[in-house]
């Protein structure tokens, strides 16, 4: 896209506040970011736990945000890269980001609830900082799980809380109380109002409640390269490890 320096950063201007601080052209989209030079700093930990080359690949990046992650992956080569996100404000954002990238990605308004409606499997899922700002966290891994997850899903979820695991039992007595108070027993931490002055921050988890999150939705945890980011494949099963059974007849 040629559009010269004062034009990019009055657009940039036009398109804020950013979340994704992106270079374009030379011009930073949040140069202030209270995260620093952020999700750079965080795609720099991890970047090495994905394929250099993903030529003949399909991704799936949900809550693309402003695409920084849809970008990084169209610039290592993807066939395809669609970003998703339900805030149009977003999505204008991505769309002005890969102009000036000049870098081929398709975008729709869509949330994680509606990728059924997709109709299609990609070869990796990007599903990076959107699980806190669901009202419905697990049902938005049971769909990934069912409908778009092919063969990488990219998980990552802020975490609060203990970073310890603990051992988990198949099963636990009615009268075990004791395990609620362990740190490291899997806990999701419901925010009813604000948490960073966001009223979208609903569910954070800590560690142990993202790993077993995640088996829980039918995904095997195959990395761990940075602190709040997983790598996953599918499991065997289809879905959900306690699928609903069958209405009695």
């Known amino acids: ?36 030079n952020y999700p750079y700093v965080k795609w720099r930990k991890f970047a090495h736990a994905l ?35 339900f805030d149009e404000a977003y999505l204008a954002q991505a769309r002005f980001a890969a102009e000036v990238a000049d870098v081929d990605i398709e ?23 959107v699980l806190y700002h669901l009202r419905h966290p697990l049902l938005a891994l049971d769909l990934i799980r069912e409908h778009v997850a092919g063969d990488l899903l990219v998980f990552q979820s802020m975490q609060r809380g203990s970073a310890d695991v603990m051992p988990t039992e198949e099963n ?12 490291a027993f899997p806990k999701l931490h419901f925010i009813e109002h604000r948490y960073a002055n966001d009223p979208t921050n609903w569910w954070i988890p800590n560690r142990a409640c993202v790993e077993a999150m995640l088996r829980s939705a039918g995904f095997e945890i195959t990395g ?16 959900a490890v306690y699928p609903a059974r069958e209405s009695p007849r």
Request: hydrophobic content about 40%; aromatic content about 10%; some cysteine.
């Open 172 to 183: 636990y007595h009615f009268w075990r109380e004791d395990l609620f108070d362990e740190p």
């Open 51 to 85: 394929p250099a080359d993903l030529s003949g690949k399909t991704v799936l990046d949900i809550g693309c945000n402003a695409g920084f992650y849809s970008i990084e992956m169209k610039r290592r080569g993807a066939a395809r890269v669609l970003g998703i996100d």
């Open 224 to 239: 761990h390269p940075e602190t709040e980011v997983y790598i996953c494949r599918p499991a065997g099963n289809s879905g």
């Open 107 to 129: 975008l729709r308004k869509l949330s994680v609830y509606d990728v059924g409606a997709l109709g299609e499997r990609f070869d990796i899922v990007l599903f990076m900082g």
């Open 1 to 36: 896209m040629s559009m010269s320096r004062n034009a990019v950063q009055q657009r940039i201007k036009e398109l804020g506040p950013w979340f994704h601080n992106i270079e374009l052209d030379g011009v930073p989209t949040a140069p202030n970011h209270f995260l620093g």
